[in-house]
């Protein structure tokens, strides 16, 4: 079936930027990629949500609509699978923290962390030359924990700082305070310390001998603070977030109790999500072990080849599926043509199957939660990842939601993007849906 979709006005450049007057809490910790809270404004607004209503992001990620809905007066409830993303969307729409008693309590876990660094001879920030004379003393990660990082991800100088501080925050954190000062450390060891830089995917940047911890962490505390004393009229706006799964939705969710979804998925590539908080999922003891982190792929849909298992079977969700069926055969019989016989690409046709089946299963576990009337907004992106064959996500999810029952409303042009693996320009579209009502 074709889909009318219809153009934005505006640039790539304008569509995916924070402006500055969205910082506050946005900014708190997000994930590189994330979608713009104008966005979710533009269908607040087109959907007509206002006090008294509620919003479900399915695939909250790291808050987006979450903490725009709260800022907007509307109350909003969230899933999300991934812990780290799962924690920092719960403090980032917490905002009932008492601004000046947590810059006094971080200016205690400050200075005693300074007094450690201090004995250790080490200075923060760094000095210009430093030496590595107290590497043997440094503090450092459980092998099992290190084994699931990037190497080189930090070096052994600012992740001892890290860890000091870690230490510090978990000691002498006040019960009120502590996540929203852990969630600063999260941002502070990635975008500070580390030595990792993220663009489509999370790789190495320069390697940093040594970096500045505890002034970027304090002043990413004294910013939380300011927006704390911004937001706090707004502080009651009821929001939830749930750790979970999205294709079981009902599972977290009253029945019909969503008047509105608003969300973006992943899309079907070969980008590992957990990669991208892989880091400070570790640092924090979110994940330590390899068992910890199969446990977190198996609460994902399989979207890249990296999260396949022997006894994943969303595929019959969409097995007779035509369209879906044609393009996986596509992508196997041009693997066969080129000759690729890794395992990752051996798994292609069948990643592109279990993703539009975990997504069916995700609209079915959908309807029993939405109110009659309620409308949706799926921001999703095409891809060629796959050996270069085009997969149009949200032409195929709009067949898919149709066939459940779903009414399609059309498809809005979010922004178009480079493909890496093909060069050519990939589409970031918004599938709109309504649910009519009846058995879910």
């Not at 990629?33 to 269908?43: D, I, M, N, Q």
């Not at 290190?146 to 991800?153: E, Q, V």
């Not at 911890?213 to 910013?223: A, K, S």
């Not at 640092?283 to 390899?290: A, E, R, S």
Request: with cysteine; hydrophobic share 40%; charged share 25%.
């Amino acid at each position: 079936m074709t889909y009318v979709v219809a153009k934005s006005t505006q640039s790539n450049r304008d569509r995916n930027r924070l402006s500055v007057e969205d910082t506050a809490a946005h900014e708190w910790y997000r994930f590189v990629l994330s979608f713009p809270p104008h966005l979710v404004r533009e269908y607040l607004s087109r959907f007509g949500l206002q006090e008294g209503q509620r919003v479900l992001d399915p695939f909250c990620g790291t808050g987006t609509t979450l903490v725009e809905c709260k800022k907007q007066g509307v109350s909003a409830v969230g899933i999300e699978a991934n812990p780290m993303a799962h924690f920092a969307s719960v403090v980032k729409c917490t905002w009932t923290a008492d601004p000046t008693a947590l810059i006094l309590n971080a200016q205690e876990v400050h200075d005693a962390a300074e007094h450690t660094l201090r004995k250790d001879g080490i200075e923060d920030p760094p000095l210009s030359s430093p030496t590595m004379s107290h590497a043997a003393g440094l503090r450092s990660l459980p092998r099992e924990a290190c084994a699931l990082l990037l190497r080189d991800s930090i070096s052994p100088r600012p992740l001892h700082k890290a860890l000091v501080l870690l230490d510090a925050i978990d000691k002498l954190g006040h019960a009120p305070l502590v996540a929203h000062m852990r969630l600063a450390f999260a941002k502070t060891a990635v975008f500070y310390a580390s030595n990792l830089r993220f663009g489509p995917e999370v790789g190495l940047g320069k390697i940093k001998s040594d970096a500045a911890v505890l002034e970027p962490w304090f002043e990413l505390v004294q910013g939380m603070s300011n927006d704390l004393v911004y937001l706090g009229h707004q502080a009651s706006v009821p929001t939830e977030v749930h750790f979970g799964d999205a294709r079981e939705a009902g599972d977290h969710v009253e029945p019909r109790s969503i008047d509105a979804v608003i969300t973006s998925p992943p899309y079907p590539n070969e980008k590992d999500y957990t990669r991208a908080t892989r880091l400070e999922s570790v640092l924090l003891g979110i994940l330590q072990t390899k068992d910890d982190l199969r446990r977190l792929k198996a609460t994902l849909v399989r979207s890249n080849t990296r999260g396949v298992y022997k006894s994943d079977d969303d595929d019959r969700w969409v097995g007779e599926h035509e369209e879906i069926g044609r393009l996986a055969d596509s992508i196997e019989e041009r693997r066969k043509s080129l000759g690729k016989t890794s395992g990752f690409e051996r798994l292609y046709a069948r990643v592109t199957r279990l993703y539009f089946g975990g997504m069916a299963r995700h609209l079915a576990s959908l309807r029993p939660v939405l109110r009659s009337g309620a409308r949706l907004a799926f921001v999703v992106g095409d891809q060629a990842s796959y050996l270069k064959v085009l997969i149009r996500t949200a032409h195929i999810l709009a067949d898919i939601a149709a066939s459940l029952g779903y009414e399609v409303e059309g498809i809005d042009l979010f922004r178009t993007r480079a493909a890496t693996a093909t060069r050519t320009e990939l589409r970031e579209e918004v599938l709109l849906l309504s649910w009519p009502g009846g058995k879910g």
